[in-house]
């Protein structure tokens, strides 16, 4: 890693400041990684997000990169952290949800976008303090009784699992509500979502896109729940492809005439369509059986001997109902005055608090040696702890800002 040159406006001085605050009033800061230095800060025009400038010393000019994600509000100021691929952005006097965000510049998110635009991208992914469950994806034929397991699993562990809300271009019908039954949206925007990667899944269905996006997955994650993911094959090849850590979960009836018979007896299709569900069936169990996609295979044979057979692979055999796990399972506050250190896979953050008598410094450690997910999700798997003050063990750190 190199050392980042002082941005005074836009003149490139040569005082070394890597990961420091300018100190021209401006609340940026710069960060070296490669040939890049990256000028993260306020924008001229005083727009009210975080703005992102590169200047590439190989090629001796200033880049405006496209930029991917939610951008962060701006704050009172911040503190910039090489992660090498990536950049920890700690924000000063923001909420305790909003203070830690990441800004990616060498992912494979990143790459993949910069590959499809032939030009510089980066990428913004709020970070979250502590793991959630992976989510589930169950994928099986219609008629063989995936929505019922779900249901049990949903009735006996309500706290603990839910799913995500997908996404429409139809128009909303009578009593459906915008959030709770879909997410309704233009056609365009759907498409340039898709474009730009924040969707595990979609299919067009008589003209219009349906899908599962990213955000709808990260959203029932923030309630710490466990997302269960009902979708079909093809949809789980997609979700498979994608970034995100999931557990598939593949149901299969003991034979196509048990099938056959289910679909007969709900007595809810005719039978032009039973036969086309049925050739679908076939096509679905085979891609199933035969394809990578999935880590477990249910028979479904008896209902309850399988649904006993779904909760021992979630880890939930003799599991009683618990409250949901929160996302973030501790929360620190930064205070405005801190000081950021780095030493391996630890970010010391030494925070100052003047008292009556003298000042005062605690010290928290945050560790990303465990990071997961990222853009165009949550950056998750932070933790930290409480150190006390300075210790020997601490001496020779890279002060940051």
């Not at 496209?66 to 992660?83: E, F, N, R």
């Not at 085979?286 to 909760?311: R, V």
Request: aromatic share 6%; net charge negative.
């Amino acid at each position: 890693m190199g050392e980042a040159p002082a941005f005074l406006v836009d003149d490139l001085q040569n005082e070394p400041l890597n990961g420091f605050e300018l100190k021209s009033g401006t609340c940026k800061t710069t960060t070296t990684i490669g040939d890049k230095t990256y000028v993260i800060g306020g924008a001229d025009d005083g727009t009210l997000s975080i703005e992102v400038r590169i200047f590439d010393s190989s090629l001796g000019e200033w880049v405006h990169p496209t930029v991917y994600g939610t951008k962060p509000l701006l704050s009172k100021g911040h503190s910039a952290v090489s992660l090498n691929d990536r950049i920890l952005i700690l924000k000063k006097g923001a909420k305790s949800d909003d203070q830690i965000w990441f800004l990616e510049v060498d992912t494979q998110y990143v790459r993949k976008q910069q590959k499809q635009l032939g030009t510089e991208a980066v990428a913004w992914s709020k970070g979250v303090l502590g793991n959630v469950e992976k989510p589930v994806v169950i994928s099986g034929p219609s008629g063989v009784g995936k929505g019922t397991l779900i249901s049990m699993l949903m009735k006996e562990f309500p706290s603990m699992f839910g799913f995500s809300v997908s996404h429409t271009t139809r128009a909303p019908r009578n009593m459906e509500k915008d959030g709770v039954h879909y997410h309704f949206t233009e056609k365009s925007v759907m498409e340039k979502e898709i474009e730009d990667g924040k969707f595990l899944e979609f299919a067009s269905v008589h003209g219009n896109l349906y899908g599962t996006s990213v955000e709808a997955v990260e959203v029932v994650a923030d309630a710490g729940k466990r997302c269960i993911l009902d979708i079909d094959v093809q949809g789980a090849r997609s979700v498979r492809s994608s970034s995100l850590e999931a557990i598939f979960i593949f149901v299969c009836p003991p034979s196509m005439e048990e099938l056959e018979k289910r679909l007969r007896d709900r007595g809810t299709e005719t039978e032009e369509q039973i036969l086309k569900r049925l050739r679908n069936a076939a096509a679905e169990i085979e891609q199933g059986k035969s394809s990578k996609i999935f880590d477990f295979i249910l028979y479904n044979d008896n209902l309850e001997e399988c649904y006993e057979k779904l909760k021992k692979l979630l880890g939930l055999s003799g599991c009683v109902a618990a409250p949901p796990k929160s996302a973030a399972l501790r929360e620190f506050n930064l205070p405005l005055d801190h000081s950021v250190s780095k030493i391996d896979d630890k970010i010391i953050i030494n925070c100052i608090s003047s008292g009556l008598e003298k000042e005062s410094k605690n010290l928290i450690m945050l560790d990303v040696s465990t990071l997961k997910g990222g853009a165009p999700a949550r950056t998750r798997g932070l933790d930290f702890q409480a150190v006390g003050s300075f210790s020997d063990g601490l001496i020779g750190m890279e002060k940051l800002s």
